[in-house]
């Protein structure tokens, strides 16, 4: 096995290269490349946060790599900042009638700089651009690495299990507006508009409480795309037109995902891994898939930071990402033996132990899947609507259900998780739990690892024509800290399809809510909680509990929920556990 590039070359940069579109369209570039003439391999960013500005620019990505051989072409995706266009989140970065990414590929590739052999970097809607332009199979893409991004965008982007991502879209549709308000607002306009785009960031807290959802005053004359999401709750062609997950067969590309355990794109970096893994065209494009997942929000700093939430997860949670990409693309655009394909297909940072573990696939085997049971009584842990109790027994006939009221005019807050939102990440959840559902586990005999997905099966009732049932498992430590491990959320009407809606009629009804995936360490001493409410406000949209267009309506209704756990009925939540 050689050592990978070493740093031995000046860095000259060319900025706001026109590369132009089969449409016509330019897109502006600046590439960073080595001093010394010659053809190198290509690391390009396609970038809606503008390229002098970028996850990969403030890294320092592009003297990193440029310094050991590559050329790095970073882009400003069409609409945005230098490029010409209308922006459209995902439209125009696949293999629709227009085809950005195929497009800058193919034009490095020509470059007089450039081997052809293009790799390509970034994360979150970078990472977007890279997946997105797989289906295309640009001829001289070889590789990416994409750091956090999603497969199904309207299940991990816009709508998780049918709820509404209120606190990361209406930022993210806020910025980008008072970033491009020189180009969609009026000439004469555009100073006012972006004034109160500046002001509506700085005041978001307040414009989250804005009902209805749809239209926004802010950006309803500026952002088509935004209304069209709120106008399209349900899953359908809409959304599958940009679907990852709907092109996994068409992949040849060998990709590395990287993701977090607190990240919003979680599932989207397990799917696309699995995905490709099984499905991609080649046998070198499926034994090219790579994952790693760490404890880590959202965000290019969080994956070389051990500090996540409330939570220090020590020195081994720090990626060296940089390094890691370096081996990555040494082998795949270089020909270096770094060592890559021999590493393991999967791993996985168990959090808890702090310490990294090792597999050939996902879920990783050895998992048996544990039911932990709701039961009533007394944990003595908890100050809850209940202090109920979680064991592995089966629930008697007799218990009796646990009922409280959700009105969508006080929602329960959200307080950190798995979202692009702040606080995000692991926090102690007790400032919350006085006003949700507990069970909680007697104090562990011994230790019990948690690793792979996580999903929750209530018997429930509600009242209402429509509601959220929103599940949190926790590790309860001996101080009474009770920190988040994973959590989600199901939109009641949405419980058979996401894309066939039925409103609720009085009956007791399972819906199955998926928590996603997490590798956890609870150790002796400590306790399991499962947290049970109808809101976390405003990662989640409140539902209006009507049943109707949850999106355009300003007033709701109260709902009286009710969860079930007797033999009949034995609400739980499934847990992958290890060993």
């Known amino acids: 096995m050689q050592t990978t590039s070493q740093p031995k070359h000046a860095v000259r940069v060319d900025r706001n290269l026109a590369i132009t579109m089969r449409d016509g369209t330019r897109l502006f570039a600046d590439v960073y490349r080595p001093q010394d003439e010659g053809r190198y391999p290509v690391l390009m960013e396609r970038t809606p946060y503008d390229k002098d500005a970028s996850s990969e620019t403030r890294l320092g990505a592009a003297d990193f790599y440029a310094s050991r051989g590559y050329a790095c072409v970073f882009q400003d995706v069409r609409g945005r900042f230098a490029s010409e266009g209308e922006f459209y989140p995902f439209r125009d970065d696949g293999d629709g009638p227009n085809r950005d990414g195929y497009d800058t590929v193919e034009w490095a590739a020509e470059q007089p700089w450039s081997n052809g052999r293009i790799g390509t970097i970034g994360g979150s809607y970078s990472g977007a651009t890279q997946y997105r332009m797989l ?39 806020v910025k980008h507006n008072a970033t491009n308000a020189h180009r969609l607002a009026h000439p004469d306009q555009v100073d006012a508009r972006k004034g109160i785009l500046d002001r509506a960031m700085a005041e978001l807290d307040t414009w989250m409480e804005h ?78 898939q790579k994952m790693a997942i760490g404890p880590w929000v959202h965000g290019p700093d969080a994956v070389d930071s051990s500090s996540c939430g409330e939570v220090d997860f020590g020195p081994e949670a720090v990626l060296g990402v940089m390094q890691a990409r370096l081996e990555w693309f040494d082998y795949w655009l270089k020909g270096i033996d770094t060592g890559v394909l021999e590493s393991p297909n999967v791993r ?50 007799a218990e009796h259900p646990d009922s409280y009221v959700y009105d969508p005019r006080e929602p329960v807050r959200s307080l950190g998780g798995g979202h692009l939102g702040s606080p995000n990440g692991p926090h102690d959840q007790r400032p919350v739990e006085e006003r949700v559902l507990t069970y909680t586990t007697a104090p562990l005999e011994r230790d019990i690892e948690v690793t792979g997905p996580v999903k929750a099966v209530l018997h429930a009732l509600s009242s209402a024509r429509d509601t959220d049932w929103v599940v949190r498992l926790t590790d309860v430590h001996p101080d009474g800290i009770s920190m988040q491990v994973c959590d989600g959320i199901l939109r009641a009407r949405y419980r058979h399809s996401r894309s066939e809606p039925q409103p609720l009629d009085g009956r007791i009804e399972v819906y199955e809510v998926d928590l996603w995936a997490t590798s956890h360490l609870f150790k002796k001493g400590h306790r399991l909680r499962v947290a049970v409410a109808s809101s976390s406000f405003p990662r989640w949209d409140r539902n209006m509990n009507t049943g109707g267009d949850n999106n355009r309506e300003a007033t709701g209704v109260t709902a009286l929920n009710t969860i079930f756990h007797d033999s009949m009925r034995p609400s739980h939540i499934l847990l992958p556990v290890m060993g």
């Open 135 to 173: 289906a295309a199979r640009p001829p001289h893409l070889v590789a990416q690495y994409a750091r956090q991004s999603a497969s199904d965008y309207h299940n991990e982007w816009v709508y998780r299990s049918g709820a509404f991502e209120l606190g990361f879209n209406l930022m993210w549709t």
């Open 348 to 397: 996985l940072f168990t959090m808890g132990a702090n310490r990294w573990r090792d597999a050939d696939a996902w879920p990783p085997p050895g998992v048996t899947y544990t039911p932990y049971y709701f039961h009533e009584g007394t944990s003595g842990s908890a100050r809850s609507l209940n202090d109920g109790v979680l064991n592995q027994s089966q629930p008697e006939p």
């Open 211 to 288: 009902m209805p959802l749809n239209p926004l005053p802010l950006v309803e004359d500026l952002s088509p795309w935004y209304s069209h999401w709120l106008d399209h709750p349900d899953d359908g062609p809409y959304w599958w037109q940009w679907n990852i997950a709907h092109r996994h067969h068409d992949v040849d590309t060998p990709v590395f995902h990287l993701g977090g355990w607190f990240d919003g794109f979680l599932r989207g970096t397990i799917e696309n891994y699995r995905g490709m893994r099984k499905l991609a065209r080649s046998e070198r494009a499926r034994t090219g």
